[in-house]
């Protein structure tokens, strides 16, 4: 649900990343962190165990620059990918504008893979949200990993629709902005066709 | 898209900040938040607010009010209509307007929690009156097929891209 603000010139997105636990959503938001200007971003804040587990969600907002006069800014949030953290989930995902997938490319996490990607769609029904609909990118990680299973296995199984798929080493920062910038491509072409 | 998105005009932040300036003074707090319940600030108004991290506050305190929510549901409550977080020297009051839209004062010991109770009252009913009208012209606004000023009918691929140039 963007929040556009005439008075203050402001547009503001929620944007998601979904998957199994330990899959690296949260690597990948430490990794924007690191290599944005500080002008242009918040402070990363990361709702997490002793042992850095995703206990609640991380939150870190961007500001991108300016479209039409309008300030546009991106807040990135992830959702704890442990599986009894279901309705932890359920709320992070309310008013989201577009959602990354982040499959865990190892074969022994195929089948948490394929799980997690049934909760998203399954939340995000009960949210009102249908993933057919919905601005979405699945970003393949870990490729740098010996047991990484072949590009084409993984989205011959996990791909949903016809969304951009990306090879990530989210550690490294490889695919990582790519997939940011292309799902933020599709909300803000939603936001056009929406008016 | 399921969800209606969120649009704010300048006639009703005007009127928002106006009533939100009037309680924090009235009830003598430091600084008082509208939020939306996805964590998004609607408006702020208070001392020294360039200091603080409001883009957090908003985020954390929509998490806090969404998993109070589920907690409330999980025991049969409709809703824990307000928080109150107590510190040392600053406090939280954290309180729903009209539903939708998340209302926070923080305050410290030139208040107290019977005033800034008393005061968010007020300003709730007032606010509610506020929200209500912006609801009416943003459906208005969707009848009559959309916002004509809307920044981003004319939006091209290259005003996207610039976004990333950097």
Known sequence: ?195 | MPLADTVMYEEEFRQIQEVLGRLRQESNARAAFLIDRNGQQIAANGENLESMDSTSLASLTAGNVASTDALAKLIGEKEFSILFHEGEKDNLHISIVGGKIIMVILFDERSSLGLVRLRVRKATVELNAVFEAINRKQEEDRAKGGTAESPFAEITDADIDSLFSS
């Open chain 1, 1 to 195: 649900m963007t929040f556009i603000n005439y008075a203050s010139r402001e547009i503001n997105c929620k944007l998601v990343y979904y998957g199994p636990g330990l899959g690296g959503k949260t690597t990948n938001l430490q990794y924007i962190y690191e290599k944005t200007n500080p002008d242009a971003k918040g402070k990363l804040i990361s709702l997490a165990t002793e042992t850095d587990r995703t206990l609640f969600f991380d939150f870190l907002p961007l500001e991108l620059g300016t479209i039409r006069g309008f300030r546009t800014r991106f807040h990135l949030y992830t959702v704890p990918g442990q599986v009894f953290y279901d309705a932890s989930r359920k709320l992070i995902l309310k008013g989201c504008d577009g959602v990354i997938f982040v499959a865990d490319s190892q074969e022994a996490r195929m089948d948490a893979n394929v799980e997690s990607l049934k909760n998203l769609v399954d939340n995000l029904k009960s949210a009102g949200y249908d993933l057919k609909t919905m601005a979405y990118v699945l970003q393949l990680n870990k490729r740098d990993l010996p047991t990484a299973l072949p590009v084409d296995e993984m989205t011959k199984v996990l791909r949903y629709k016809d969304e951009e798929i990306f090879e990530g080493v989210a550690v490294k920062g490889t695919g990582v902005f790519e997939t940011l910038k292309a799902l933020a491509k599709l909300v803000l072409v939603e936001l056009k066709k929406a008016k």
